[in-house]
């Protein structure tokens, strides 16, 4: 499936230019049953997805002292991260839950990262940034 990238508000390149990025909008069930939308940047460049810490709570995700570790690139020097899981819907794409390894952060830079560990496993991402459209094919295995 086809989608366009999003214009960033206020964000400028080097060149004076709005910045466009390749957002999904995804869905997700809560600890509670209730869902909530928010909006994922496609990160070639992030190893594993990345969540804020704050979506941890809404989900139910445990964020055991235990499972933690220390990763480079999203702030100075290292970051602690908390390993858990994600599932989520894209909305556009509802008939396929899917569910990836996740970092949770506590990090005013992160909101939703989408990584490379099984999402780019899971489809074929074709960015086509010349057409500000990308695309997002699920693969059969």
Known sequence: ???QYWTTSGV???RGRIVKRPMLELEFVGK???KTNAIGLIDSGADTTMLNIQYADFLGVK???KNTRNILGVGNGTVLVYVSTFR???RQMEDREIEVPAWY???NNVDILLGQEAFFEMFKIKFEKDHDTFEVTPVRK
């Open 1 to 3: 499936m086809k989608f």
């Open 12 to 14: 400028l390149d080097t």
């Open 32 to 34: 509670g049953g209730s």
């Open 63 to 65: 964020l055991d002292e």
């Open 88 to 90: 989520f819907k894209i």
């Open 105 to 107: 952060v506590d990090s």
